[in-house]
């Protein structure tokens, strides 16, 4: 179970930095396009095209792992939760509680 609290902010810190290379690539891109003319600039575009086509098909596979992820971590509480109600009820009690006493605080 370690592991897999692990990949899931994993694969969302990498969908972020793919993001922002993303970002970046298109800037780039659009740097470009402005700077060459013609049949130049329809070959950057179609390359440019690729890349973002490769970028989505890596974020779909990154949302992918991420809702995989959150699956996982879902049964895994409901599993908890089955196994141990009473505790569950206390711990969520706990927390409601502490949530409570916070936010009357401020």
């Not at 992918?64 to 409901?78: I, K, M, T």
Request: aromatic residues 4%; hydrophobic residues 40%; without cysteine.
């Amino acid at each position: 179970m370690a592991e897999e609290s692990r990949n899931g902010p994993q694969a969302v810190d990498q969908l972020k930095s793919d993001l922002r290379s993303l970002r970046s690539d298109l800037e780039t891109a659009a740097r470009t396009v402005n700077q060459l003319g013609g049949a130049a600039a329809t070959e950057a575009m179609h390359q440019a095209q690729a890349q973002i086509e490769e970028l989505q098909q890596r974020l779909e596979g990154l949302f992918d792992d991420v809702q995989e992820y959150g699956d996982r971590a879902a049964a895994a509480l409901r599993d908890h939760v089955q196994a141990k109600p009473f505790q569950s009820l206390l711990i969520a009690m706990a927390a409601g509680f502490t949530l409570a006493h916070l936010l009357s605080r401020r």
